[in-house]
């Protein structure tokens, strides 16, 4: 069993999709373990996306991400960052696979509806933003 942060981000708030992504999230199998809401301050936004600091759209994104809440899910199952990380679609909604939650909601390639952990060690490290793990 693997563990894995699915966060929706401010434009799922606003959209109101919570309900419909962690329903998403059982109806594919995985178990929720945590569900936390979170306003992010700039300083732990800039942390959260630590490996884009430095590329052109990361202030854009960090103005996003901080202006409004964010959801934090803890998910658990079999491969769950990569099965995740497929129900969820590619980074810009336009490329993502038909039925993804990107495809559904997304935007564009900024408001793009929701985050999903990219590896087993980005899951330890994105989740401790929420959770006590
Ligand atoms: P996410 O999976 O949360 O990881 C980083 C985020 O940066 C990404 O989704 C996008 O919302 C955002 N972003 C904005 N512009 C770009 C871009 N050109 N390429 C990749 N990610 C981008």
């Known amino acids: 069993m ?3 942060l699915l966060m929706i981000k401010p434009d ?6 919570i309900g419909r992504i962690i329903w998403i999230l059982e109806e594919n199998g995985f178990k929720i373990l945590g569900i936390r809401s979170k ?3 700039r300083e732990e936004a800039e942390r959260f996306y ?10 854009s ?17 079999e491969n769950a960052v990569e099965k995740v ?10 490329k993502a ?18 985050h999903a952990s990219d590896s087993k060690e980005s899951a330890d490290r ?6 006590e793990t």
């Open 39 to 41: 306003h992010f301050t």
């Open 97 to 114: 696979r038909v039925g993804t939650i990107r495809f559904m909601y997304g935007e564009s390639i900024e408001r793009n509806i929701v």
């Open 50 to 59: 630590e490996v884009h600091r430095g590329k052109e759209f990361f202030n």
């Open 12 to 17: 799922g708030v606003e959209k109101r999709l």
């Open 85 to 94: 990380r497929e129900l969820i679609g590619a980074t810009d909604p336009k």
């Open 61 to 77: 994104l960090i103005d996003y991400i901080t202006g409004g809440m964010v959801v934090g899910i803890m998910v658990e199952g």
């Open 126 to 131: 994105e989740l401790k933003f929420f959770f």
């Open 2 to 4: 693997e563990r894995t």
